[in-house]
């Protein structure tokens, strides 16, 4: 298993641009997040899903959407960037069964907003 | 007040030292509390679960006091693999899990 894949690593946008932010999975877990990593804070969730067709704002969604057509891939939009989005953006999964209290992230994707 | 709050550090020890690193919550309606371990421009990952009897992994042990809202994690003989970030996490959903992470308790392990 690649457990949680993102892409891209790194990006540098300019101020009013968008992109989209790709997150997948292979370990048919149902919930999937979208957390965002300021330097010297904690991670902020930004959207989570329960499921395929199922999401929902988390604790700094302004600025972003998510869709989740399938259990594997959750990614998360940009629109209108702005330098207030430069952050390390994580992605994660976690089981709804087994075990169930153990997020997985993926590696993180960097982006810079000039 | 942040919801969940760790000293920053870092916390300098010598190969072998044993460290000790706290956590609290603001939130006394927190489900459960996870130790994450992040290392340098690396995503997070669980270290352990906290549970209110206390637990041991290896050397490893975790601590959960509910009535003072605070949760502790000591490391015994330290390693040099061991020099990351301790993030304290706490689960404030119920059902789903909405986790608050702290910022992190930085350790470096010298040797």
């Known amino acids: 298993n690649a457990g949680v894949t993102q892409t891209p690593k790194f990006r540098i946008l300019k101020i009013g641009q968008s992109m989209t932010l790709q997150c997948t999975q292979d370990?048919?877990?149902?919930?999937m997040y979208w957390y965002r990593q300021d330097p010297g804070m904690g991670l902020k969730l930004i959207y989570y899903s329960v499921g395929a067709g199922i999401t929902d704002k988390g604790e700094v969604p302004n600025g972003y959407n998510v869709s989740r057509s399938t259990t594997e891939d959750f990614p998360l939009r940009l629109e209108l960037a702005a330098p207030s989005q430069t952050s390390v953006y994580f992605c994660?999964?976690?089981?709804?069964?087994?075990?169930?209290?153990?997020?997985?992230f993926g590696p993180g994707t960097r982006l810079t907003v000039l | 007040r942040k919801e969940v709050e760790q000293d920053p550090g870092p916390f300098n020890v010598p190969e072998g030292a044993t460290v000790a690193f706290n956590c609290t919550y603001s939130n006394s309606a927190s489900q459960s509390f996870f130790w994450y371990r992040q290392d340098c421009r690396k995503e997070p990952k669980l270290l352990m679960s906290v549970y209110s009897s206390g637990n041991e992994d290896g050397r490893f042990t975790a601590q959960l006091n509910r009535a003072s809202q605070y949760i502790s994690l000591l490391i015994r003989d330290s390693k040099l693999s061991d020099s990351a970030t301790y993030l304290c996490v706490v689960n404030q959903g119920t059902g789903f899990q909405k986790l608050v992470f702290g910022t992190g308790t930085r350790l470096l392990v010298s040797p």
């Open positions: 370990m048919n877990h149902n919930y």
């Open positions: 994660a999964s976690r089981p709804s069964r087994g075990r169930t209290d153990t997020q997985y």
